[in-house]
């Protein structure tokens, strides 16, 4: 193990009030997203939207670290730089998704486990030698009746003590990413004792597998109530059960939490990240960052629709998300920040941008 490499990257990861980007979207994931704003589901035009992010001015300022997709670590830019030298250039540390998927667990009926351990190291060793300093593995969680079951809690668990270790084995810091997913009807308070729950699990089973808690970075959803409970909090409410769940669970040795957005709107999100720091920054013993996709992306992702022509406008649509949380983790944002036009539409209906997962 390479401890002071791991802590001293894991510490960089959440400096200097910046955040994580995530878009290592699978091919299935990406196509997804492309289709509903009818852009061609093709390696070309993957290869220009990341070209795109990668490539936006300033991206350095607000992102630490950027997490890639396989395909997107071995690609290049149009004229032939490698993707991977535009973020190294913007001082962008590389991190990339190495599960491979979550897929129905047998004997479990509406849930999943996810795969990826098989050949780990040795993709780990491959990463590494790209230049790729950090990991990130995402395990999701459904509530329901009876979900999550201790089967699938346990098995996703010990997987991601299992990746973990692996990747501080290679030299990469883990993201570790357990995902209590937003779909149903359930209350915040349900969502809060499932998270706690989930991240007890989770952090028994990092223990368990001698994962230095120093050296890596824990990925949780915010505490929040289904998408269509009809009881929806406020931000302080959301900020307050969030950081009330987080002190019960993660242990202070970890330097950093950044969050996944899950489907929540990209305003709502910089504002829930935002009043957690306002409330509580002082005296938290880690950092409370951002590691989001769709949260960062979307917007960005419907200016562009897949033409050239919108990539400036594209681009400064995802700087702004990028800055916004950075913002919040100062604890300065406000909607007020949120005045270009251009950033309306599924903003505002985040069912549908939960759906576009
Ligand atoms: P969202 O922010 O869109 O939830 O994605 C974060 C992520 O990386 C999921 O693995």
Same mark, same amino acid.
């Given at each position: 193990m390479h401890a002071p490499g791991l802590i001293d990257t894991a510490r960089k990861l959440v400096a200097d009030d910046k955040g994580l980007l995530a878009m290592d979207e699978s091919n299935p994931t990406c196509s997804k997203r492309f289709a509903k704003l009818g852009i061609p589901q093709t390696v070309e035009a993957r290869r220009a939207y990341r070209e795109l992010i990668v490539t936006t001015p300033g991206l350095g300022e607000s992102i630490s670290g950027a997490i890639l997709?396989?395909?997107?670590?071995?690609?290049?830019?149009? $004229?032939?730089? =490698? &993707?991977?030298?535009?973020l190294t250039d +913007?001082?962008?540390?590389?991190?990339?998704?190495?599960?491979?998927? +979550?897929?129905?667990?047998?004997?479990?009926?509406?849930?999943?486990?996810?795969?990826? &351990? $098989?050949?780990?190291? %040795? /993709?780990?060793?491959?990463?590494?030698?790209?230049?790729? /300093?950090?990991?990130?593995?995402?395990?999701?969680?459904?509530?329901? $009746?009876?979900? =999550?079951? /201790?089967?699938?809690?346990?098995?996703?668990?010990?997987? #991601?003590?299992?990746?973990?270790?692996?990747?501080?084995?290679a030299g990469?810091?883990? *993201?570790?990413?357990?995902?209590?997913?937003?779909?149903?009807?359930h209350t915040l308070e349900r969502c809060r004792e499932v998270t706690e729950e989930v991240l007890r699990t989770v952090f028994h089973q990092l223990y368990v597998q001698r994962v230095m808690l120093e050296g890596m970075i824990l990925?949780?959803?915010?505490? &929040?109530?289904?998408?269509?409970?009809?009881?929806?909090?406020? *931000? %302080?409410?959301?900020?307050?059960?969030?950081?009330?769940?987080? #002190?019960?669970? *993660? =242990?202070?040795a970890v330097p950093g939490v950044a969050f996944l957005s899950g489907g929540q709107s990209g305003e709502l999100a910089s504002a829930r990240l935002n009043a957690m720091n306002v409330r509580f920054?002082? /005296?938290?013993?880690?950092?409370?960052?951002?590691?989001? +996709?769709? +949260?960062?992306?979307?917007?960005?992702?419907?200016?562009?629709?897949?033409?050239?022509?919108?990539?400036?406008?594209?681009?400064?649509?995802?700087?702004?998300?990028?800055?916004?949380?950075?913002?919040?983790?100062?604890?300065?944002?406000?909607?007020?920040?949120?005045?270009?036009p251009e950033m309306t539409s599924l903003r505002d209906n985040p069912a549908e941008l939960a759906e576009v997962r």
């Open positions: 997709y396989d395909e997107t670590i071995r690609q290049q830019k149009k $004229d032939g730089t =490698p &993707l991977i030298k535009v +913007a001082g962008i540390i590389l991190g990339i998704k190495v599960d491979t998927g +979550a897929k129905s667990q047998a004997g479990h009926p509406g849930e999943k486990v996810t795969e990826g &351990l $098989d050949g780990l190291r %040795d /993709r780990l060793k491959e990463y590494s030698q790209m230049g790729a /300093r950090f990991a990130k593995w995402r395990a999701v969680l459904a509530v329901g $009746d009876g979900l =999550p079951s /201790r089967g699938c809690l346990e098995a996703n668990a010990q997987a #991601l003590a299992r990746y973990a270790a692996l990747c501080q084995e990469l810091v883990p *993201v570790v990413e357990p995902e209590v997913l937003m779909a149903g009807e990925k949780p959803n915010m505490v &929040l109530p289904g998408l269509t409970c009809p009881r929806q909090e406020t *931000v %302080d409410e959301v900020a307050d059960a969030t950081v009330k769940c987080l #002190l019960r669970t *993660v =242990p202070a920054k002082t /005296r938290l013993p880690w950092a409370l960052a951002f590691s989001f +996709a769709r +949260a960062i992306q979307q917007p960005a992702l419907e200016i562009w629709r897949g033409e050239e022509a919108n990539v400036p406008a594209a681009q400064q649509a995802l700087i702004h998300r990028a800055r916004c949380n950075c913002v919040a983790r100062l604890g300065e944002y406000h909607t007020a920040m949120e005045n270009s």
